[in-house]
């Protein structure tokens, strides 16, 4: 018996994967056009010649509308997925870089911290110098008698890679601001700065940036001898992110979720969520058509006003 060929442009009733919608009507082909650009239903409906933004939900109801929707998003979807997740990908990358791959702030020693007698302490290429300088200006004096000795204070050895001199006094101040289990470092606490330490800023090497903080980056401004290092927004790539995923999750969920009031782990699930979706591209027709409409009990009253 002769295998039974379909014909492509048979009428399949609704449901079925290969249901050929009837032809749009130029309107609601304008209306598909506009919609596309942001997902906004009700402008795309204004846009398109509609009266009221209402009409964009009721042309969404409509099941060749909503079909060829689906269609077009599929079509989409495959053509834009490769950027799409290279533009989210990025956004991930530098929403979630660590600024302190660029630049850091630490609490360093004072320079009275470890000092002998908590006198002034010189690096060691410091001390030498000193020593030098001190040397040569006494060779100057004539008098013997008046040339006095170099005062090494509280001599060499300094060094920034050292904790402040913090004692017992200076961990139970920590603790009554909450910051208990703080480390002490000396049986005393540094009369000059009190264990808090001087601030030391740091500007890494660029050159060895992780590919998020890289993005962060954004190059160095110099004015006289004021270097600025210049960053990305974390918080608007934040933002972004979290509008291009609510939009996607408010079209797909149906308005059960905000991106924006997410936790990371969710938010991050939504990402491979949707990352995966563009890349299957598996808009499906029939059974999804609902998944357009609006949820039972939220009437479309927002549209209207
Ligand atoms: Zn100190």
């Not at 660029?102 to 911290?113: A, K, T």
């Not at 797909?252 to 969710?266: P, S, Y």
């Amino acid at each position: 018996m002769p295998r039974r060929i379909r014909d492509p442009h048979k009428y399949d009733p609704p449901g079925r994967v290969n249901h050929v919608p009837p032809p749009l009507t130029p309107a609601e082909r304008r209306f598909l056009d506009e919609l596309l650009v942001d997902m906004d239903e009700g402008r795309a409906a204004i846009d398109a010649g509609f009266p009221t933004r209402a009409y964009g939900r009721k042309l969404l109801a409509i099941p060749r509308v909503n079909m060829a929707l689906l269609a077009r998003l599929r079509r989409r979807a495959e053509r834009v997925h490769v950027e799409a997740d290279y533009i989210l990908r990025r956004w991930f990358l530098l929403e979630s870089a660590d600024p302190r791959e660029i630049s850091e702030h630490w609490m360093v020693p004072c320079r009275y911290c470890w000092g002998d007698e908590h006198q002034f302490q010189f690096n060691d290429v410091e001390l030498r110098d000193a020593t030098q300088a001190h040397k040569f200006a006494q060779l100057k004096i004539e008098d013997e008698t008046k040339r006095t000795p170099f005062d090494e204070q509280g001599g060499g050895g300094y060094t920034i890679l050292k904790p402040p001199c913090r004692g017992p006094d200076w961990a139970a101040f920590e603790a009554e601001r909450g910051h208990p289990g703080a480390v002490t470092t000396a049986d005393h606490t540094c009369p000059a700065c009190y264990g808090e330490g001087v601030p030391h800023i740091i500007f890494h090497d660029t050159r060895t940036l992780s590919p998020g903080a890289a993005l962060l980056y954004k190059g160095v401004k110099q004015t006289g001898k004021t270097y600025e290092i210049l960053t990305r927004d974390q918080d608007a790539a934040r933002e972004q992110m979290a509008k291009h995923l609510g939009m996607f999750v408010e079209r797909k969920l149906i308005l059960v979720a905000d991106a924006r009031q997410m936790t990371d782990l969710e938010l991050n699930n939504a990402i491979t969520i949707e990352i995966d979706s563009l890349r299957d591209a598996s808009v499906t027709t029939g059974g999804d058509t609902l998944e357009l409409e609006a949820p039972a009990g939220e009437a479309p009253s927002r549209d209207s006003d």
